[in-house]
């Protein structure tokens, strides 16, 4: 017996359960982080001049960096201990933290002095104003242009490789860590509900970085007073974005040490694992294989074992619904709080908040309580996929109600819809039209900066003929087109009183509809033996990420910018993001393109089900057809 097999009845410091509540926390806090860079995403883009592709690219990273590390981390972990790997990704993501916030150590936490912000409010009057004497500096435009895309460029790539690392070392966490509490479970039936809580953690915590975010938007990113005249919704002011990465740092950190007393196995000396080692010959010290000679035999190896995966009929069909499952994370949750805010005119801290209590309230409580579900009545796999199927049918049916309950757009002065040509059709460069802009020079205004009075909306300050700024109070007077009257920043919404309505039916039918998501994951570790689990985990884990989690933010964006109708054309000749949507074609959109990949879904797990009816998984096959070195665990199972 070697020194790392357990001895019969041998106490342990901490037990497996002590194990699963540590997991619950690391993801906790792995997913307060995801959820955090979502909500810090527009900060960022002030602070260092990025683009909306480049924060895009930043949100891609992490899951490129996953997809990366996972099938390498899932083969060659299984042939070692699966507490400290995790333990040592723990530690290596809270490095990754920790040089996330490194910019503000390079660059500084404030962007601009007093003195400065003022200049640039200056400046901002003279570009915005109706320019009745023609003195508007459109070199103006260029310079901010110039700086989006030069200033900050070192910070732009230590934040890129920060989430390509945190990407990567994240790896153990939802595939070793997963087998190594499904394999170490006194009984199967206990395994459901524990991963299911662990898989809540992922829909909880990104609620958890949206109220952390929340927060700290609302704190100035030096820790002190912010300077005269700028409040939190000036364009100006920059939160301590930095503060949340350090915070999560430093819980990763916390969290790692006990990894490092958990045992290889908890497993009876009799169990199949145990009988693995001893089948396995006794190798001395000297003779063991280097991590460079485990990768050469992982690269020999392992196109035998994907082989085997992939004709593993069962296995292959529920991933591929699992992938198409996936889409509500990777791009309904992900876009869900730009539809709150554009289709019912919530702001966006509202519309963060709103998500989360979708997360949380629907998704995170729905997968813990399916996960106890299937353990406290220990539901058959088959019958298990059945139940995967009604509740997936239900997200469906939720999908199809959400198309009709959206709301109408903003009215914008001079935006107008034209039927022949299905566009909408802004007066850009024929302001002079209309009497009031005849002098303005507004067709030199290139960026959108809306501004409203009495539920009138304008594009610009210009475009409501406006000539005064104050550059303390934030706001335009003497507007010609209003009468002379001042206005507001920002677009009035019409009223719509339905969005409670939308909440409701979206989170009941998400609540229902995510009951069951863990089936997915205990088909994936049924369907295949012990010692395939780590890798069959990680294998699901990566076509996940490469054909959801990766493409899915670039799908659901590129179908809803072709709603948009507006565009905020920061430089000449750019298209720029977009500030204003065709609400009933987003409605519709959105949630048909959800709709989509649902469908799917459901038909890849119906095959699923119709496949494991012709087949026996591996728990099912009697002892004669076992293989012996299975044999013995399973008979042990069963007398429990």
């Given at each position: 017996m070697t020194d790392r097999t357990p001895l019969p009845g041998?106490?342990?410091k901490f037990s497996i359960n002590i194990f699963v509540?540590?997991?619950?926390?690391?993801?906790?806090?792995?997913?307060?982080y995801l959820g955090y860079v979502v909500g810090m995403l527009t900060t960022l883009e002030k602070r260092f001049g990025f683009s909306s592709?480049?924060?895009?690219?930043?949100?891609?990273?992490y899951d490129i960096g996953h997809t990366m590390a996972i099938l390498l981390i899932g083969y060659i972990g299984s042939h070692y201990h699966l507490p400290r790997i995790?333990?040592?990704?723990?530690?290596l993501s809270s490095l990754s933290m920790f040089m996330l916030a490194l910019p503000v150590l390079f660059y500084g936490t404030a962007d601009y002095t007093h003195e400065q912000l003022l200049q640039k409010k200056e400046a901002y009057a003279m570009e915005m104003n109706c320019d009745v004497n023609g003195r508007r500096e459109i070199s103006s435009q260029g310079e901010d242009c110039w700086r989006e895309h030069k200033e900050h460029t070192n910070a732009f790539i230590i934040l890129a490789f920060g989430q390509l690392f945190a990407g990567i070392f994240a790896a153990p966490f939802n595939t070793i860590a997963y087998v190594y509490i499904d394999s170490n479970v006194k009984q199967k039936r206990e395994s459901p509900f524990l991963l299911g809580l662990l898989t809540s953690m992922y829909a909880f915590g990104p609620a958890l970085g949206f109220l952390l975010s929340s927060i700290l938007n609302g704190v100035y990113t030096t820790l002190g007073d912010a300077p005269d005249h700028i409040g939190t919704h000036d364009e100006h002011w920059i939160g301590a974005w930095w503060m949340g990465f350090?915070?999560?740092?430093?819980?990763?950190?916390?969290?790692?040490?006990?990894?490092?007393?958990?045992?290889?196995?908890y497993k009876h000396p009799d169990s199949f694992h145990l009988m693995l080692e001893h089948s396995r010959p006794e190798v001395s010290p000297e003779d063991r294989l280097t991590f460079k000679e485990n990768i050469e035999l992982f690269l020999r190896e392992f196109p035998m074992v994907l082989k085997k995966l992939l004709t593993n009929k069962v296995y292959i069909t529920m991933v591929i619904a699992w992938m198409f499952g996936s889409y509500l994370i990777g791009g309904y949750q992900t876009y869900l709080p730009k539809f709150i805010e554009t289709q019912y005119g919530r702001s966006a801290s509202m519309a963060d908040i709103y998500s989360g209590i979708i997360s949380v309230g629907a998704i995170a409580v729905s997968t813990a309580l399916g996960?106890?579900?299937?353990?406290?009545?220990n539901i058959a796999p088959r019958s298990s996929i059945i139940c995967l199927l009604m509740s997936w049918v239900v997200i469906l049916v939720s999908y199809i109600i959400g198309m009709n309950l959206g709301c109408s757009q903003p009215k914008v002065e001079g935006l107008s819809y034209v039927d022949y040509a299905d566009r909408w059709h802004f007066y850009h460069h024929q302001e002079r039209e209309q009497e009031c802009l005849a002098y303005c020079n507004c067709e030199s205004i290139l960026k959108f900066d809306g501004v409203t009075v009495n539920g009138q909306n304008f594009y610009s300050p210009c475009h409501a003929g406006c000539t005064d700024y104050d550059v303390f109070s934030n706001t335009w007077s003497n507007c010609q087109c209003v009468y002379g009257n001042a206005v507001e920043k920002g677009l009035t919404h019409p009223e719509c009183d339905i969005f409670f309505a939308y909440l409701a039916v979206m989170m009941i039918g998400l609540f229902l509809g995510n009951l069951f998501f863990m089936v997915t994951m205990m088909i994936v570790l049924r369907s295949v033996f012990d010692e395939e689990k780590v890798i069959a985990l990680s294998l699901a884990s990566f076509i996940t990420n490469l054909f959801g989690f990766i493409p899915a933010p670039v799908i659901y964006g590129?179908?809803?910018?072709?709603?948009?109708?507006l565009w905020?054309?920061?430089?000449?000749?750019?298209?720029?993001?977009?500030?204003?949507?065709?609400?009933?074609?987003?409605?519709?959109?959105?949630?048909?393109?959800?709709?989509f990949f649902q469908i799917f879904a459901i038909i890849f797990a119906a095959i699923c089900y119709w496949l494991s009816k012709s087949v026996k998984l591996p728990e099912e096959m009697p002892m004669v057809e076992f293989p012996e070195s299975r044999e013995r665990e399973y008979r042990d199972e069963d007398e429990e």
């Open positions: 041998k106490k342990y509540l540590l997991m619950v926390l690391v993801i906790a806090v792995q997913g307060t592709e480049k924060s895009g690219w930043l949100l891609s990273l995790t333990g040592i990704g723990v530690i350090l915070l999560c740092g430093t819980a990763y950190l916390l969290l790692a040490i006990p990894f490092f007393f958990f045992p290889r196995t996960g106890w579900i299937l353990s406290r009545y590129f179908f809803i910018d072709l709603c948009c109708i905020n054309r920061q430089c000449p000749n750019e298209r720029g993001n977009c500030v204003l949507y065709d609400n009933d074609k987003f409605t519709k959109m959105f949630h048909g393109v959800n709709s």
